[in-house]
């Protein structure tokens, strides 16, 4: 499985930007897609995730009200859209595929594929 994470970039507080993760190889519509991020210095932490059947999803406290996460099957993609953001918003953002047996939804232990990153700026 490859995951292809793209959509950062340099954005004003406030502003909004739509994370896109691409996956080859394997069954996506299986998957657990989860994202995570990691800020300069920091530990790489939970953000979202959704489940195969798109019905379950999970947020970090930090980002409910402002992420939408989705999926696409039929594109083997997997969204992050990211609205009202702030300063501390920014890190690199990574995509991760969770495949059968399941592991921890919220875990960086728990995914099985990683993508590459997508570094996200808020600037103040």
């Known amino acids: 499985v490859q995951l292809q994470a793209s959509g950062g970039g340099l954005v004003q507080a406030g502003g909004s930007l739509r994370l896109a993760c691409a996956a080859s190889?394997?069954?996506?519509?299986?998957?657990?897609m989860g994202w995570f991020r990691q800020a300069p210095g920091k530990e790489r932490e939970f953000v979202s995730t959704?489940?195969?059947?798109?019905?379950?999803?999970r947020y970090a406290d930090f980002v409910k009200g402002r992420f939408i996460i989705s999926r696409d099957n039929a594109k083997n993609t997997v969204y992050l859209q990211m609205n009202s953001l702030k300063p501390e918003d920014t890190a690199v953002y990574y995509c991760?595929?969770?495949?059968?047996?399941?592991?921890?939804?919220?875990?960086?232990?728990?995914?099985?594929?990683w993508g590459q990153g997508t570094k996200v700026t808020v600037s103040s």
């Open positions: 959704i489940r195969s059947n798109g019905a379950a999803i």
């Open positions: 991760a595929a969770d495949t059968p047996p399941y592991g921890s939804w919220s875990s960086r232990n728990g995914y099985d594929y």
């Open positions: 190889g394997g069954t996506f519509s299986g998957y657990g």
